[in-house]
């Protein structure tokens, strides 16, 4: 999952607003 994080990091610029969103959506989409 680190290693999703900082993949997802990487692709949005780290905004931390959009990445707190984007982590939500992934989580939604993969029922974790």
């Known amino acids: ?10 692709v949005l610029g780290y905004q ?3 990445l707190r969103q984007g982590l939500l959506e992934y ?6």
């Open 1 to 10: 999952f680190a290693l999703d994080i900082s993949r997802a990091r990487k």
């Open 16 to 18: 931390p607003s959009l």
């Open 27 to 32: 989580i939604k989409h993969n029922d974790y």
